[in-house]
Nanobody, 121 residues
């Protein structure tokens, strides 16, 4: 079994900062990509930031220069540092990982349960 557990969401004023964390656990052989998506009410889920096993990252245009995605040394935890938050960043944020389980050969998508980020004064 594989689990992605997020933490760090909450309520913050415009211009503030939050840091999200997501830890992957279970019978994991290798993780290729980890990152974050978000979904606001009435909208489709969209990519926020992804980071590969080599440290290469890519971001949605709307968050470039404000958000930073990183992974820890063992590669099983991903972080999203969010600065200069805006009301339009309000959404449920979902952790995502593309990984192989032990004994498996395919690369599959896994999701966390989501954590709410609300930017409001």
């Amino acid at each position: 079994q594989v689990r992605l557990v997020e933490s760090g969401g909450g309520l913050v004023q415009p211009g503030g900062s939050l840091r999200l964390s997501c830890a992957a656990s279970g019978s994991i052989r290798s993780i290729a990509v980890m990152g974050w998506f978000r979904q606001a009410p009435g909208n489709e889920r969209e990519k926020v930031a992804l980071i590969g096993s080599g440290g290469n990252a890519n971001y949605a245009d709307s968050v470039k220069g404000r958000f930073t995605v990183s992974r820890d040394n063992n590669g099983n935890t991903v972080y999203l540092q969010m600065n200069s938050l805006k009301p339009e960043d309000t959404a449920a944020y979902y952790c995502n990982a593309v990984l192989q389980v032990r004994g498996g050969s395919s690369w599959d998508n896994y999701w966390g349960q989501g954590t709410q980020v609300t930017v409001s004064s």
